[in-house]
């Protein structure tokens, strides 16, 4: 079998094995927020930060949840690596945006952080600070065992068909999993172009 047709079963194996009465908690988590006037906060990094700024368009627009993604500012990002660390990039953003218990948490990760490891530490800061102030957070991850998995109130982890693509297919599940959401009736209060 082909490189890419191999991919592609893989592709299908996780689409058929995929958790989806996790989306649909995470759907209803999100109505809530919806309902209460929350904001959604949608924390990435590397080709999840760049998950995380398509997210956030689609769920301002399509959802009409007030939606920020802290790595779409690049200065403030910056700033805060310079000045604080990386570790507190999103801890110190949801602190200036007074982050409350209507809000919650997008977690968008393959291992969905490690404290002990010290990887995506500011992701688990970010998680540690909304649990402070009793907001909600979700995960979408590939791998069980991080932070994210471990903490989030809920966490879909994709399944790990073939362990030397997991961040291929985590960061693009990533992204059938948040247009699902958006297009899901529960959720969604404006149509799309086409």
């Not at 927020?33 to 368009?57: D, E, Y």
């Not at 291992?111 to 490891?117: F, P």
């Not at 999993?177 to 172009?193: D, E, F, G, I, Q």
Request: contains cysteine.
């Amino acid at each position: 079998m082909s490189f890419s047709a191999e991919y592609m079963r893989e592709v299908a194996q996780i689409a058929e094995k995929i958790d989806v009465a996790k989306i649909d908690q995470m759907i209803d988590l999100l109505v809530q927020v919806k309902q209460s006037g929350g904001r959604l906060f949608i924390l990435g990094v590397g080709g999840s930060a760049g998950n995380a700024s398509h997210a956030v368009n689609d769920f301002r627009k399509l959802v009409g949840i007030e939606t920020y993604a802290p790595t779409d500012n690049v200065s403030e990002l910056t700033a805060r690596t310079n000045d604080e660390g990386f570790e507190t990039i999103f801890s110190g953003f949801l602190s200036i945006s007074k982050l409350n218990s209507n809000d919650c948490l997008l977690i968008l990760s393959v291992g969905g952080g490690d404290v002990e490891r010290g990887i995506s530490k500011n992701l688990c800061a970010a998680i540690d600070f909304a649990k402070s102030r009793n907001s909600k957070v979700i995960g979408i991850v590939g791998r069980e065992g991080g932070y994210t998995h471990k903490n989030a109130d809920i966490c879909l982890v994709i399944p790990p068909i073939n362990l030397s693509a997991i961040t291929p297919h985590s960061e693009a599940f990533q992204a059938i999993v948040w247009h699902l959401m958006v297009s899901h009736p529960k959720l969604k209060s404006n149509a799309t172009k086409w």
